[in-house]
């Protein structure tokens, strides 16, 4: 069976959608399409929803097989695009058999725990990760990771690691790392919140970046989520990791721990984001 992924992508410039799927990363594959002429001229092409699944040519097969009437057939050269609404597509994606998802199962042990989600989601709100779906595999997340004492998920740009929280609790509170921009020093009253919870702020030792800082306080998942609306915060998560992102894109670098990388969490993330999305009407 071939391991891969199947994809809805949407354009500005479109009213079709396109369904396809393939074994190679999904960054290569959206680039490929953009970049040949039948679908480009519809593009530019961007990731509306994905699933990393056993069989990406069984899981298509159907997904074109439900979409067969919507198929478009008098656009040259091209063979997968159809006249169905994206959250129609969507829709169907999700409902493959979780027997069928890669890593589902460490998704749901993760996401038992409301805290720890929300936790999670938060993070990618704020630091931009959803804007970058597309270079998955540049920065990773790895879900209940086998390290050393254990850890509930891991974040890495690159080779670094960016935000992780241990397993291990005391008193019911875990140890939640995150690195930042420097300037989070200019707001004292966040590193006071920080110390009062057994944390500190060090200099992350990480070459080619020198702004960079790690914190660390120890806090249960749902008082940990105060941690994004403190001074500062936010504005010192966008400066380190937006750059960090932008540069991995320029570079087209690739994380060595992209084979660690959960793409059935981030999904489910994303699925969450449009929940919300449509509950508060945006």
């Known amino acids: ?153 891991t974040v890495n740009i690159g080779p670094h690691e960016v935000a992780f929280s241990t397993r291990k609790s005391v008193g019911g509170k875990f140890t939640h790392f995150l690195v930042l921009d420097r300037l989070i020093l200019e707001y004292p009253e966040t590193i006071i919140w920080i110390g009062k919870r057994e944390g500190s702020v060090s200099i992350a030792e990480y070459v080619g970046a020198d702004r960079a800082v790690v914190i660390h306080f120890d806090e249960d998942f749902a008082s940990a989520e105060k941690v994004f609306s403190l001074p500062g915060v936010r504005r010192a998560l966008i400066a380190y990791w937006a750059e960090a992102l932008a540069d991995l894109r320029q570079r087209d670098a690739k994380s060595v721990f992209a084979r660690y990388h959960s793409y059935d969490a981030v999904s489910q993330l994303l699925k969450y984001k449009r929940a919300t999305l449509n509950v508060f009407g945006g």
Do not use: C
């Not at 809805?8 to 490929?32: A, C, F, Q």
């Open 1 to 153: 069976m071939p391991e891969g992924f199947v994809y809805v992508l949407v354009s500005p410039n479109s009213n079709y959608v396109k369904i396809g799927g393939t074994e190679r990363p999904i960054s290569e594959r959206l680039r490929g399409i953009n970049g040949k002429e039948s679908y480009s001229d519809h593009g530019p092409w961007e990731l509306s929803d994905f699933l990393h699944v056993t069989d990406w040519r069984l899981v298509e097969g159907e997904m074109h097989r439900h979409f067969l009437t919507h198929n478009v057939r008098d656009v040259v050269g091209t063979r997968e695009l159809f006249d169905a609404p994206p959250h129609e597509a969507r829709l169907k994606l999700q409902l493959t058999d979780a027997a069928l998802r890669i890593g589902h199962e460490k998704t749901d042990d993760l996401f038992a725990n409301r805290s720890v989600w929300l936790f999670l989601f938060r993070l990618f709100q704020l630091s931009g990760l959803f804007g970058n779906l597309d270079i998955q595999g540049s920065w990773t997340l790895s879900v209940l990771p086998k390290t050393k004492g254990g850890r509930w998920f």
